[in-house]
């Protein structure tokens, strides 16, 4: 009914930059909160960010300053604009949706099958 895919990650060096993306499709009526999650090596997966259907962004500490989420109602999608990152930022990026499919009036949490991110020299 309902996938999400991220695209995006990849090697990258201390100090660099990369952007997530991620496009929900299927039968999509409403789309709520949006967000990113990860999960590094033998940890459990944490909250990055997120982004309401409004614009209003909320950040974890470690990542304020550095981190920038963004969405695109009209599309379905939602970035994440990554940059100064470290190597502790090394983590399978998950995107998250909760979105209301044409097939029902509730909505429902969604996540997206990750993408590798990893912050080495």
């Known amino acids: 009914q309902v996938q999400l895919a991220e695209s995006g990650g990849g090697l990258v060096q201390p100090g660099g930059t990369l952007r997530l993306s991620c496009a929900a499709s299927g039968r999509i009526f409403r789309i709520n909160t949006m967000a990113w999650y990860r999960q590094g090596p033998d940890k459990q997966r944490d909250f990055v960010a997120t982004?309401?259907?409004?614009?209003?962004?909320n950040y974890t500490d470690s990542v304020k300053g550095r981190f920038a989420i963004s969405r695109d109602n009209a599309k379905n999608t939602v970035s994440l604009q990554m940059n100064s990152l470290k190597p502790e930022d090394t983590a399978v990026y998950y995107c998250?949706?909760?979105?209301?499919?044409?097939?029902?009036?509730?909505?429902?949490?969604?996540w997206g099958q990750g993408t590798q991110v990893t912050v080495s020299s």
């Open positions: 998250f949706a909760r979105i209301r499919s044409t097939l029902s009036n509730w909505y429902y949490d969604y």
């Open positions: 982004i309401t259907s409004g614009g209003t962004t």
